[in-house]
């Protein structure tokens, strides 16, 4: 059994508890992070702990911890459950308190982590690329906070499932923003497309990267979000998680993407991010 983090203590996760008054439990408010550990060693912590300070703040939240007192722990924890490859979920509520519409005072926030070992991208996902279908983002005005309020994302991601797809990708006043779980990208003649930072996507942590590599690389990046026409015709398509790292599209609702196969600059990506987690830059 994995020991997690809860309230300024490890403990079994059989035995860490949580009151059903809990904000989180009642009214889904909270923020959480989902952080890559490889080798021992948290994957760009440091955009993770900024990220969750920006949600924090987004939802009138006040952070617990220091980033400092936040990467202790979290260090602690991965090496008590082994160390290697692993995810780490960390998740902050506003507390407990009667429910009630309107924020508490004087309520202490619960701060949860758990760590569990990271799954290995299936070999099949980038050989093969994955497919994806497009779907009405019904999601709220804010997505720039990564709210633990997941209900949304996860019956489109479970409608993916359902038509045997990977992941949803979202569509709102005709254009993309990104995927259920993920950051999307279109490749189209040789330049990379992704949604600009606004409320209406999550600043990937993985994102930030894959543009840092692209920029380093000399390959062209526009953070503008394409139509629907420009996501069908694209020569390649991708999407983007910590626990995913980068992925090819090549079927999108039942059509090749571009040749079918994964494409070339992604294969260019891919590399490039391969080597920067070999090399344990943070
Ligand atoms: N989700 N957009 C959405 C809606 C997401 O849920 C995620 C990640 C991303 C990619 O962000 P990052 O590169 O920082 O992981 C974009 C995580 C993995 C999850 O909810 O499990």
Redesign the pocket.
């Known amino acids: 059994m994995n020991d997690v983090f809860l309230n300024g203590q490890f403990l079994p996760a059989d035995q860490a508890q949580v009151s059903v008054f809990d904000r989180g439990f009642l009214l889904g408010d909270g923020v959480?992070e989902?952080i890559?550990v490889y080798a021992g060693r948290c994957f760009r912590l440091a955009?993770?702990l900024e990220?969750l300070q920006t949600s924090l703040d987004g939802v009138r939240m006040k952070n617990p911890y220091s980033d400092h007192d936040w990467q202790t722990m979290i260090e602690q924890l991965v090496d008590r459950n082994g160390g290697g490859d692993q995810s780490v979920?960390l998740q902050v509520t506003r507390g407990v308190a009667p429910r009630d519409h309107v924020f508490p005072t004087g309520v202490k926030p619960t701060a949860f982590a758990m760590s569990n070992p990271l799954q290995p991208v299936p070999e099949k996902y980038k050989k093969q690329g994955v497919a994806v279908i497009t779907m009405p983002d019904i999601r709220w005005q804010n997505?720039n906070i990564?709210a633990i309020t997941?209900l949304p994302?996860s019956l489109l991601k479970q409608q993916a499932q359902d038509q045997g797809a990977l992941e949803a990708l979202l569509i709102r006043d005709g254009f993309l923003t990104?995927?259920?779980?993920?950051?999307a990208y279109a490749v189209i003649e040789g330049t990379i497309y992704t949604a600009p930072k606004d409320e209406k996507?999550?600043?990937?942590?993985?994102?930030?990267l894959i543009l840092e590599l692209a920029e380093e690389a000399g390959i062209p990046v526009i953070e503008k979000a394409v139509n629907e026409a420009q996501l069908k015709q694209a020569d390649e398509l991708w999407i983007?998680?910590?626990?995913?790292e980068v992925l090819p599209v090549t079927l999108l609702d039942g059509e090749p993407v571009g040749s079918g196969s994964p494409g070339p600059i992604w294969q260019q990506i891919d590399v490039l991010y391969q080597q920067y987690k070999q090399r344990g830059t943070s």
């Open positions: 959480y989902v890559p955009g993770h990220r979920y997505c990564k997941l994302n990104e995927g259920a779980a993920s950051n996507v999550l600043p990937g942590i993985t994102r930030e983007s998680s910590s626990t995913k």
